[in-house]
């Protein structure tokens, strides 16, 4: 934990995705401390005609969804969306501000591990 879930528009190369997903887990690891082993990073592309932003077809996006235990304080959460939009716009090339960063805490009592074990009984 955490897992990062990246949207993005098609039209990436390779390259570009491989960057985006070890640089956006290394951002995970500097802004809030995640040992790296906890992170998990998926990549999901959007085909041209599956993104509208403000009525409008055709545009570029990434667009983030962090999901991670309680716990984390305002300024970290800041960090990471930062260190996040940064990783992005300089991988792909978009203004920042065609890049969102959404998080989600979960208690700990929510979140799960290898045999029914809760992140709280886990002592997280």
């Given at each position: 934990m ?26 995970v ?9 906890s ?28 999901d ?33 960063v ?23």
């Amino acid at each position: 934990m955490p897992y990062l879930t990246i949207t993005a528009t098609q039209g990436l190369s390779s390259d570009q995705k491989k960057q985006l997903l070890e640089r956006s887990s290394d951002a995970v690891v500097r802004s809030i401390g995640a040992p790296l082993k906890s992170v998990r990073v998926l990549l999901n592309e959007l085909s041209p005609d599956s993104y509208m932003d403000g009525g409008q077809f055709g545009g570029q996006t990434v667009m983030y969804e962090v999901d991670f235990i309680e716990g984390r304080n305002e300024e970290l959460k800041s960090a990471l969306i930062a260190a996040l939009s940064k990783t992005a716009h300089e991988v792909t090339g978009l203004s920042e501000q065609d890049i969102r960063v959404r998080l989600s805490d979960f208690p700990k009592t929510n979140m799960g591990m290898a045999g029914g074990i809760t992140a709280k009984q886990a002592g997280r």
